[in-house]
């Protein structure tokens, strides 16, 4: 029988504690400076002068209290990335990285793969990740053929930077008695070249066949990244997941696709009193019924582990050209995409979980995804009214504008990466043209009246919310590019909000955490220089110097 987790927390935090540096960025709703703020049994208890914390630990506890001086640091809430998959990440940080940074071909990717699997006892598997298909030298995806060279004898899987799929071997498509004559699952493909033979390339639901016989099953509800190692290995990837976040100033993660795989390795975490973030969790909507049946039907759980909501996908990706855009792509006119469900099927979907309560979030991407998102949210709305559902649609890349103002009227939350233009906004041009430039419109958003959040959707980027902020603000890419206009950008007060107390707010967390207040959970994180003073393109480089939960620090730099 599993012990009840019990978050323990140590003597020492029932001493008062005070805080103080050159400047406290409290983010309240007049956006604060404070000099210090006072923590008692993990909460914030004062905020204001070193001398008026001081007269309120004094009349808390008889207890002297502990200050800690951080100097010419600063001080901000602690970071909340709304959207991420931390197991995900944990897997691939044990993964072979293939990304841009260690290989621009195809030859380069198979030598990294192939001095892995030498190392890889027979047998097991060897999983590669981040390669970006524009960004090789081939300009394409690798062939199963070219895979086959790293090994013939054992699955070899390379996912693509986007997380919706990748390229496999050909042992692997065996394994699964995929042939040319293998129909497409719905909302996902195995690609063939012009002859009608396998590529090797596989996206979205036909990741299925990743997981093996006993592994997570999720139909066409999603991207099948859920692949199955041994549960005290999982254990170990979230392990070092967590300290990845913290290490980026992250004190809060929505897992933005929960299976039974996650939310076992989250009790196991608890069990061990290792879950040292807190984590909302957002289960993927093939688990609706059993949440429904259940009667969770809302929010529920404690301050590190809770139940969110329901996750959704409309469409697939930009990254790895599987977003829905019936026309075909600029890059390739035989390429539409697809969607995961018909649009009545989704509406009945949503309709559903709004009807009992639940907060939905939805991966969207192409307007014409977004389209049916909002056009469900709508109606669902229309048949049970709700001043505040908060319905989220995730990345939500290209609205057109008379959607946002429809998402203005309907109190829908977008939730965005802002890396994602970062590390391949010019991706997204080649692949769909001018309107590409509009990716992540969020100046658009504000200037709507929308409520604007961003994260990280890692492991597709690092957890780095400093990186994340200056891409918002600046809307430069990592090559130099500006995309876009000024007006898609938004100030460096909405990014810093957007990673914290409007990320709170968007997971339904806004009363205890997300700002420096009387009465939240003493959150924070300590950073080497001020976001606000810097110059715009050195926001990223700030480091990180501590990361505390509940007014215990949690990460501190070497």
């Not at 949440?291 to 409309?314: M, Q, V, W």
Request: glycine share 10%; hydrophobic share 40%.
């Amino acid at each position: 029988m599993r012990k009840l987790a019990t978050f323990e927390t140590s003597f020492t935090d029932y001493f008062p504690r005070i805080v103080t540096s050159r400047a406290v960025h409290t983010l309240d709703a007049e956006n604060s400076v404070a000099d210090a703020f006072l923590i008692f049994a993990g909460q914030i208890a004062r905020v204001g002068t070193l001398d008026e914390c001081r007269t309120a630990a004094a009349a808390i506890s008889p207890t002297e209290p502990v200050v800690t001086d951080f100097g010419d640091q600063i001080v901000v809430p602690g970071f909340i990335d709304a959207h991420a998959h931390p197991l995900m990440l944990g897997q691939m940080m044990s993964w072979v990285d293939c990304g841009p940074e260690k290989a621009s071909s195809i030859p380069e990717i198979v030598a990294l793969l192939a001095e892995a699997a030498a190392r890889i006892p027979n047998g097991l598997p060897v999983r590669g990740y981040g390669y970006e298909q524009r960004n090789l030298a081939e300009k394409r995806h690798p062939l199963r053929s070219e895979l086959d060279l790293v090994a013939t004898d054992r699955e070899v899987y390379l996912m693509n930077a986007s997380g919706h799929g990748g390229v496999v071997n050909t042992f692997t498509l065996d394994a699964s008695g995929i042939t040319r004559d293998t129909p497409n699952p719905k909302g996902g493909e195995f690609f063939r070249d012009a002859d009608g033979e396998l590529t090797g390339e596989l996206s979205d639901a036909a990741c299925n066949i990743l997981t093996g016989v006993q592994g997570v099953k999720i139909g066409h509800h999603g991207p099948n990244f859920h692949l199955g190692d041994a549960p005290e290995e999982h254990v170990r990837q979230l392990s070092v997941a967590q300290e990845n976040f913290l290490q980026g100033g992250v004190t809060t993660i929505g897992d933005a696709q929960v299976t039974k795989r996650e939310f076992d390795m989250y009790l196991r975490l608890a069990e061990q009193n290792q879950l040292k973030t807190r984590i909302s969790m957002y289960l993927l909507s093939h688990l609706l019924d059993e949440a429904i049946d259940t009667g969770l039907h809302g929010a529920f759980g404690n301050s590190h582990l809770s139940f969110a909501g329901i996750k959704f996908y409309a469409d697939g990706t930009l990254g790895g050209w599987t977003a829905y855009f019936p026309d075909g792509y600029v890059g390739d006119p035989c390429r539409t995409g697809q969607l995961y469900h018909e649009p009545a099927e989704y509406q009945a979907l949503i309709s559903r979980a709004h009807a009992v309560g639940l907060q939905t979030a939805t991966h969207a991407q192409s307007p014409t995804a977004i389209e049916m998102v909002i056009s469900s949210l709508e109606a669902a709305l229309a048949e049970n009214p709700s001043a505040d559902a908060r319905h989220r649609i995730e990345h939500c890349g290209l609205p057109t504008p008379e959607q946002i103002a429809r998402m203005a009227a309907a109190g829908i939350h977008p939730v965005n990466q802002p890396q994602h233009h970062f590390n391949w906004g010019e991706g997204v041009e080649q692949a769909i043209g001018t309107p590409g430039e509009r990716f992540n419109p969020l100046g658009e958003f504000a200037a709507a009246g929308v409520h604007v959040t961003i994260s990280s959707d890692a492991p597709v980027a690092d957890p780095r919310p400093l990186e994340a902020i200056q891409a918002a603000v600046s809307r430069v890419t990592r090559r130099g590019n500006q995309l876009g206009g000024d007006d898609l950008a938004i100030t460096r007060e909405l990014a810093l909000r957007a990673h914290t107390i409007n990320a709170a707010h968007t997971l339904g967390r806004e009363a205890e955490i997300g700002s420096i207040e009387v009465g939240k959970r003493a959150d924070f994180a300590v950073l080497e220089r001020d976001p606000f003073e810097c110059a715009v393109d050195e926001i990223s480089t700030i480091a990180v110097a501590q990361t505390w939960v509940d007014g215990v620090c949690h990460y501190a730099a070497k």
